[in-house]
């Protein structure tokens, strides 16, 4: 039972990591210079000279975008990483149940609905303010 705090803790850290990292924004940035490429493949307006030339581009720029988005989501599993690191080694018996616990569809199911309950509850309580 003591269990369910430490996931709780664990999602809400989860959210305000990617809130904090935008992260969201990186996500947006991939997928709109992702429709920018395929864009200027598809033009019939644009010559193959030019086509390949702003692909060139494009790419480079998608891989940057792509870099960044994938280090800001690594790190935050590092993160997490270390910290279950630090409670297995301070209690093995707490960090076996952890392990345990991502194991269980019911915990995920039950945390899954919780991290959508305190991102709802986030979401209202930043318009308010």
């Known amino acids: 039972m003591i269990i369910y705090p430490i996931f709780f803790l664990f999602s809400v850290a989860f959210v305000e990591f990617f809130v904090l990292l935008n992260v ?16 200027v ?7 193959d000279g030019e ?8 790419s480079m720029k ?3 975008a ?15 990483y270390a910290v279950y690191f630090l409670i297995d080694q301070l209690s093995p018996e707490l960090g076996t149940a952890v392990i ?3 194991k269980s569809p019911t915990v995920l199911i039950i945390l899954t609905v919780a991290t959508m309950c305190y991102v709802w509850v ?5 318009k308010k303010l």
Not at 51 to 58: A, N, P, T
Not at 66 to 80: C, G, N, R
Not at 122 to 126: G, I, M
């Open 24 to 39: 969201k924004s990186n996500v947006r940035s991939v997928i709109e210079l992702s429709k920018e490429a395929v864009g």
């Open 41 to 47: 493949l598809m033009s019939s307006e644009i010559e």
């Open 51 to 58: 086509k390949e030339v702003l692909v060139r581009r494009s």
């Open 62 to 64: 998608l891989f940057i």
């Open 66 to 80: 792509t870099f960044v988005f994938t280090a800001k989501f690594l790190s935050v599993f590092v993160i997490f």
């Open 100 to 102: 345990d616990g991502f």
């Open 122 to 126: 986030r979401n209202v309580a930043v």
